[in-house]
């Protein structure tokens, strides 16, 4: 990770952290550094750079202070407004864009917000690139073989422009609509679209494919994204698939990268369940060409269990869907995510989406015959907890000598019954303590245990 952007871009809270003389600056370099290499390459025409947001207020601020950097710098800001990071990454791929450009902060609440990099392959901008990123935030910028204390800005017919471009969106719902083989017509089902990205577009894919839709959490007001609402609270969606006596639901989080699912008794279904549920009926189908599945280390001891007795393998990489993607792109996998949510068809998709996973289980739920719960048969789950203990200095807290001990005593104690994850979160100021074991009181006791010693440190910044 760069000194501004994590596993998942720049973000920080709005103006704080993160503030709008950033995003032109963010704009600024990346124009300039496209328009460059197109000259480099003997191309005439601007480079082009597509630039999508979510539903938070201080989106359009830096959707505004990225679009007038880039065009200051010679190039063109294509805008496909609110919008998902997949639909991003799709467009910017099909499109042939330069880069792309996302504004959110994912999960996050709504005061906070950030900038992904995504490349013209639609994939998570490399670190070659980011890194002069920072080092242009820095002033410390060398490119193309010499120093740049500042860039120029375009001038008088160089300038670039900005271009209304809610057509490639629409495009990505076509394409999303295609990708759907069976009716919906006659099943039920709940989309809680978190106030955030898709909160117009899963409708009308579903709607499309003539489900009967029931929609709550799609009335957005640049303040309530992710509030008690989508994949990272859930239960609102189990009871209303309860209560409305849906066959399925499906909860995406602020950007739609992130997919959850409730099954027709109100249960939930992890991002593992949703790697074992595709992962053997793609293997069933002759889909899975690697037999390989990739998680993270994140995913669950039960996940790996049941693969076990489907002869199917599987890889662990970081936490972050960058690396399952590169993991996948390298070795040819299919088939791979997060315990969270953000899971990545390969075939389809160079990122996790989240209407796309939901309608990947459509597919497999339609195909089978069967209700949702049926399908997660054969997976059972460790019992696991997860203790997110907000520091001041993540490295530091991790690093500590007493910690290090305590987790070296939870290990030891679990033996080979269970394990202990100790790991910086990418996105936040948080270090993650998770624990697995076969009793939840064991390992409720074990994480809080270390918790605690990074309390007692003085790392805490609760």
């Given at each position: 990770?760069?000194?501004?952007?994590?596993?998942?871009?720049?973000?920080?809270?709005?103006?704080?952290?993160?503030?709008?003389?950033?995003?032109?600056?963010?704009?600024?370099?990346?124009?300039?550094?496209?328009?460059?290499?197109?000259?480099?390459?003997?191309?005439?025409?601007?480079?082009?750079?597509?630039?999508?947001?979510?539903?938070?207020?201080?989106?359009?601020?830096?959707?505004?202070?990225?679009?007038?950097?880039?065009?200051?710098?010679?190039?063109?800001?294509?805008?496909?407004?609110?919008?998902?990071?997949?639909?991003?990454?799709?467009?910017?791929?099909?499109?042939?864009?330069?880069?792309?450009?996302?504004?959110?902060?994912?999960?996050?609440?709504?005061?906070?917000?950030?900038?992904?990099?995504?490349?013209?392959?639609?994939?998570k901008m490399d670190e070659e690139t980011i890194g002069l990123v920072e080092?242009?935030?820095?002033?410390?910028?060398?490119?193309?073989?010499?120093?740049?204390?500042?860039?120029?800005?375009?001038?008088?017919?160089?300038?670039?422009?900005?271009?209304?471009?809610?057509?490639?969106?629409?495009?990505?719902?076509?394409?999303?609509?295609?990708?759907?083989?069976?009716?919906?017509?006659?099943?039920?089902?709940?989309?809680?679209?978190?106030?955030?990205?898709?909160?117009?577009?899963?409708?009308?894919?579903?709607?499309?494919?003539?489900?009967?839709?029931?929609?709550?959490?799609?009335?957005?007001?640049?303040?309530?994204?992710?509030?008690?609402?989508?994949?990272?609270?859930?239960?609102?969606?189990?009871?209303?698939?309860?209560?409305?006596?849906?066959?399925?639901?499906?909860?995406?989080?602020?950007?739609?990268?992130?997919?959850?699912?409730?099954?027709?008794?109100?249960?939930?279904?992890?991002?593992?369940?949703?790697?074992?549920?595709?992962?053997?009926?793609?293997?069933?189908?002759?889909?899975?060409?690697?037999?390989?599945?990739?998680?993270?280390?994140?995913?669950?001891?039960?996940?790996?269990?049941?693969?076990?007795?489907?002869?199917?393998?599987?890889?662990?990489?970081?936490?972050?869907?960058?690396?399952?993607?590169?993991?996948?792109?390298?070795?040819?996998?299919?088939?791979?995510?997060?315990?969270?949510?953000?899971?990545?068809?390969?075939?389809?998709?160079?990122?996790?989406?989240?209407?796309?996973?939901?309608?990947?289980?459509?597919?497999?739920?339609?195909?089978?015959?069967?209700?949702?719960?049926?399908?997660?048969?054969?997976?059972?789950v460790y019992p696991q907890k997860l203790v997110n203990v907000k520091v001041?200095?993540?490295?530091?807290?991790?690093?500590?000598?007493?910690?290090?001990?305590?987790?070296?005593?939870?290990?030891?104690?679990?033996?080979?019954?269970?394990?202990?994850?100790?790991?910086?979160?990418?996105?936040?100021?948080?270090?993650?303590?998770?624990?697995?074991?076969?009793?939840?009181?064991?390992?409720?006791?074990?994480?809080?245990?270390?918790?605690?010693?990074?309390?007692?440190?003085?790392?805490?910044?609760?």
């Amino acid at each position: 990770m760069g000194k501004y952007f994590g596993t998942d871009g720049f973000r920080g809270e709005a103006n704080c952290q993160l503030k709008a003389d950033h995003a032109f600056a963010v704009g600024r370099f990346l124009g300039w550094y496209y328009t460059t290499l197109h000259r480099q390459q003997g191309k005439e025409l601007p480079a082009r750079i597509l630039i999508g947001k979510d539903t938070r207020r201080s989106s359009y601020m830096f959707e505004y202070a990225l679009g007038a950097g880039i065009v200051a710098s010679g190039a063109d800001a294509y805008l496909l407004h609110v919008t998902t990071t997949p639909s991003v990454a799709y467009i910017t791929r099909i499109d042939r864009f330069d880069c792309g450009i996302m504004i959110s902060a994912s999960h996050n609440p709504y005061y906070d917000n950030g900038i992904k990099l995504i490349n013209g392959d639609g994939e998570k901008m490399d670190e070659e690139t980011i890194g002069l990123v920072e080092a242009y935030l820095d002033g410390q910028l060398e490119a193309f073989g010499q120093s740049w204390p500042s860039i120029p800005y375009a001038t008088g017919a160089e300038i670039g422009r900005t271009v209304d471009y809610v057509s490639g969106r629409n495009r990505y719902i076509g394409y999303l609509i295609s990708l759907g083989l069976y009716s919906f017509k006659g099943v039920k089902v709940g989309l809680d679209c978190a106030n955030g990205s898709s909160w117009n577009i899963a409708p009308s894919v579903f709607n499309a494919l003539g489900a009967q839709t029931y929609v709550i959490n799609a009335d957005p007001d640049g303040t309530n994204i992710n509030r008690d609402a989508g994949s990272t609270h859930i239960e609102g969606l189990q009871r209303f698939v309860v209560e409305k006596g849906l066959d399925v639901g499906f909860a995406y989080d602020g950007d739609a990268d992130r997919c959850l699912c409730v099954d027709e008794k109100g249960n939930v279904l992890t991002g593992d369940h949703i790697l074992y549920i595709c992962g053997k009926y793609m293997k069933e189908q002759g889909q899975l060409l690697s037999n390989q599945v990739v998680t993270t280390v994140m995913s669950n001891f039960g996940l790996y269990k049941a693969f076990d007795g489907l002869g199917i393998g599987y890889a662990k990489t970081k936490v972050g869907d960058k690396y399952v993607y590169e993991y996948m792109k390298e070795h040819g996998c299919r088939l791979g995510g997060e315990q969270s949510g953000h899971i990545i068809f390969s075939q389809y998709a160079s990122t996790g989406d989240g209407i796309l996973t939901s309608l990947k289980m459509m597919e497999v739920m339609l195909s089978r015959e069967k209700p949702m719960s049926e399908l997660a048969e054969g997976f059972s789950v460790y019992p696991q907890k997860l203790v997110n203990v907000k520091v001041t200095d993540k490295a530091t807290a991790q690093a500590d000598e007493d910690v290090q001990a305590a987790v070296k005593r939870v290990g030891e104690a679990l033996g080979d019954t269970g394990r202990i994850l100790v790991r910086e979160s990418g996105t936040e100021p948080l270090v993650r303590v998770m624990v697995e074991a076969g009793d939840q009181d064991l390992c409720t006791k074990y994480a809080e245990e270390v918790a605690s010693v990074i309390r007692q440190k003085g790392y805490g910044a609760d």
